[in-house]
């Protein structure tokens, strides 16, 4: 067997090895949400680069100066489940979710404003079903957190 034979047999499982890594990862980091499809591989290595602060980081830190948080105005809290998928791949995180709440104490808007994609649905969820007090306000609005930790 001559050597471009040999390298070509080496390329093609070597080609399907590096393609399956490729389709795993992007896989589990859209699941967990750290990463987009739409943002592509580059956005995905560049992301392990230590090239100094990202924008996303730079975000978080304008974003906690503008929040207000009113989780200690509740009278009723309600906790969302941990979802299976986020047990299963050993997810944590923290979600903040913005409200707006109505003048009889019940929350009428709940918007997603950061954390992992996989609580989404359940941390909306949960932030819907809070009841607050009001002090003299008409509407209330502000932020509530969740944190997902799993048990040790």
């Not at 093609?12 to 499809?37: C, D, H, K, M, Y």
């Amino acid at each position: 067997m001559n050597t471009s034979m040999q390298s070509r047999d080496l390329k093609t499982p070597l080609r399907n090895i590096l393609l399956r890594a490729i389709i795993a990862l992007a896989f589990l980091s859209a699941v967990s949400g750290q990463w987009s499809v739409v943002s592509g591989f580059t956005s995905l290595v560049s992301r392990y680069r230590d090239d100094g602060p990202r924008a996303t980081d730079y975000r978080l830190a304008t974003t906690d100066n503008e929040e207000r948080n009113i989780e200690k105005q509740a009278v009723k809290r309600v906790q969302p489940p941990y979802p299976s998928l986020a047990q299963k791949y050993k997810i944590e995180g923290v979600v903040t979710v913005q409200v707006t709440v109505g003048g009889d104490g019940k929350v009428e808007k709940a918007e997603f404003v950061r954390g992992h994609n996989v609580f989404r649905s359940v941390s909306l969820d949960a932030a819907k079903r809070w009841e607050f007090r009001l002090s003299g306000e008409k509407t209330l609005e502000g932020t509530i957190r969740f944190i997902f930790k799993l048990n040790d």
